[in-house]
T-cell receptor
Framework: GAVVSQHPSWVICKSGTSVKIECRSL??????MFWYRQFPKQSLMLMAT?????????EQGVEKDKFLINHASLTLSTLTVTSAHPEDSSFYIC?????????????FGEGSRLTVL | GQNIDQPTEMTATEGAIVQINCTYQ??????LFWYQQHAGEAPTFLSY??LDGLEEKGRFSSFLSRSKGYSYLLLKELQMKDSASYLC??????????WGAGTKLIIKP
């Protein structure tokens, strides 16, 4: 199946710093990638839809100036958490849909656990 | 509004069978997914249903009734490694993926 790679797997940073998370599709081109965050024992929450070559579409309540998304190529999308605070500590997961597959199945990255001190 | 309901937690015995139910109310329907998620890991795909009926894949089967807005995931011959959260997700008419909160399945020996 399609492979999505996410990096880093975990990161610890100081409050006020910025953190970049990368999401790569390794064996297919992903015109659309999705960014989720997940708090412990809660469901995935869609943050934004990342479209190659255009601005991301953010879900209601997600600060676009805080969570910067860049989808510069067909295989790479990045999420930057700017001026991170402890409440931003969460599990961030990216996914991509392979349109050529009839199922429209989502393939997920491994996830990135962010801890802000 | 749109919502997906599934039990918060279920317990079953190793070797047994368990059925995890999911009911949904969404603006349109374009398919239903079941994903498995182990703690601290990303979800992995289990099944996809778009037509009514039962889809069988090894020890796992998924059923869909669009008229009832209902699906279930059936796990047979339970193994300890099946202990995980099981997420139900529906694609609505706008091709948005609506996620349930997940059912934590605990397998006991």
């Amino acid at each position: 199946g399609a492979v999505v790679s996410q990096h880093p797997s975990w990161v610890i940073c100081k409050s006020g710093t910025s953190v970049k998370i990368e999401c790569r599709s390794l064996d297919f081109q992903a015109t659309t990638m999705f960014w989720y965050r997940q708090f412990p024992k809660q469901s995935l929450m869609l943050m934004a839809t990342s479209n190659e070559g255009s601005k991301a579409t953010y879900e209601q309540g997600v600060e676009k100036d805080k969570f910067l998304i860049n989808h510069a190529s067909l295989t790479l999308s990045t999420l930057t958490v700017t001026s991170a605070h402890p409440e931003d500590s969460s599990f961030y997961i990216c996914s991509a849909r392979v349109l050529e597959l009839d199922t429209g199945e989502l393939f997920f990255g491994e996830g990135s656990r962010l801890t802000v001190l | 509004g749109q919502n997906i309901d599934q039990p918060t937690e279920m317990t079953a015995t190793e070797g047994a069978i368990v059925q995890i139910n999911c009911t949904y109310q969404t603006s349109g329907f374009n398919g239903l997914f079941w994903y498995q998620q182990h703690a601290g890991e990303a979800p992995t795909f289990l099944s996809y249903n778009v037509l009514d009926g039962l889809e069988e894949k090894g020890r796992f089967s998924s059923f869909l009734s669009r008229s009832k807005g209902y699906s279930y995931l059936l796990l047979k011959e339970l193994q300890m490694k099946d202990s995980a959260s099981y997420l139900c997700a529906v694609i609505n008419s706008n091709y948005q993926l609506i996620w349930g909160a997940g059912t934590k399945l605990i397998i006991k020996p």
